[in-house]
């Protein structure tokens, strides 16, 4: 591009970077200065100088993102089926669940209904922020500092459990850190653990699975993952004749 009256050059050149977390593309301008032609470089020599410039950061910028894509081609952890897992009749049924917008409180209650399991609430002694960027904010400093949020609650008799439901959103592609606080709360390797979550496009399988990675002593059943429009009566009864949790 030329700038006004000083007929000097100034050759632009857009660099693209992907932030690997969120996947987003960013154009970025870079301007190389011809230096106003104050002799430092003849106009010839400076054109094949500034061609060599961008071409090099062009090469650069390209080598970048296919690293980036080869590092984010890591396979997704397999989410345990629990198709060999026996279900105990007139099992006792507890589905424990963190909600910040009201999905997945939603999505909890359908599975209590039709399982005949009991409710449970997890609620953080510190109320998250009810504006969505600041429960973000609070959110990833949670993760980032592997932060365990104090519950203000607690199960009344855990060990007369037979089956834990646990369910969250996603939240900054995982499970918040408060169901951390309540994996680690309880004795849960005697029994069957579901993971639930609720998700707005994409990370169900990592929230799955980071819920069954958070029991391992425990055993698993198959896991569900649904959007808010998803969240009826019909989708969660077929996943849970599924995996052979039904009410009787």
């Not at 698993?220 to 969660?236: D, E, F, P, R």
């Amino acid at each position: 591009m030329k700038t006004g009256d000083t007929g000097t050059y100034l050759p632009a050149v857009f660099l693209y970077s992907i932030h690997s977390e969120f996947f987003e593309i960013s154009a970025v301008f870079i301007v190389i200065d011809s230096w106003k032609n104050e002799g430092n470089f003849a106009p010839e020599q400076l054109n094949i100088i500034t061609m060599k410039k961008i071409f090099s950061l062009f090469i650069s910028a390209i080598v970048s993102i296919s690293l980036i894509a080869c590092g984010n081609d890591e396979p997704k952890p397999e989410i345990p089926s629990g198709d060999n897992t026996e279900v105990p009749e007139n099992s006792k049924i507890l589905v424990a669940y963190f909600s910040w917008g009201g999905t997945t409180r939603r999505m909890a209650q359908q599975i209590a209904e039709q399982t005949g399991g009991t409710l449970f609430e997890i609620e953080p002694v510190v109320p998250y922020p009810a504006e969505y960027t600041p429960c973000t904010e609070v959110a990833l400093k949670e993760r980032d500092t592997d932060a365990r949020p104090a519950i203000k609650n607690a199960v009344e008799d855990m060990d007369s459990y037979d089956i834990v439901f646990i369910g969250c959103p996603v939240w900054w592609h995982t499970a918040p850190m408060i169901i951390s606080t309540f994996t680690e709360s309880y004795d849960l390797k005697d029994k069957i653990v579901v993971p639930f979550c609720t998700y707005a496009s994409t990370y169900r399988d990592e929230t799955l699975w980071k819920i069954v990675d958070l029991t391992p002593e425990s055993t698993h059943l198959a896991g569900l993952g649904l959007t808010s429009g998803s969240v009826n009566s019909s989708n969660i009864a077929t996943w849970l004749k599924n995996i052979n949790v039904v009410k009787e």
